[in-house]
């Protein structure tokens, strides 16, 4: 069974670094500055921040051993109305 000590999970007489104390911290800054995120769950040994701002998203993914993973994507053509752009989403698939 697991026992929580001071930020730490010991589990099978192992330390373990608690990765969500740096989630929650993180979360709580996005929420204080007004800024609309998701989570997700897309990998066993993480738990991703899906979060859109004007012209960017990011993909900040905290890892089972406390890493953290990002990726930042940022838009390239601004807004686009020709409807046929989206077969581009189905083109490399």
Request: aromatic share 8%.
């Amino acid at each position: 069974m697991p026992i929580h000590v001071t930020g730490v999970l010991v589990v099978d007489d192992q330390a373990v670094v608690e990765p969500y104390e740096g989630v929650l911290r993180f979360l709580n800054r996005l929420d204080a500055a007004g800024v609309s995120y998701s989570l997700a769950h897309n990998r066993p040994e993480s738990i991703m921040v899906d979060i859109a701002l004007p012209g960017w998203r990011w993909e900040v993914e905290f890892m089972h051993d406390g890493t953290v993973e990002i990726e930042r994507y940022r838009s390239v053509a601004g807004v686009e109305t020709d409807e046929t752009v989206l077969e581009e989403i189905f083109r490399d698939l």
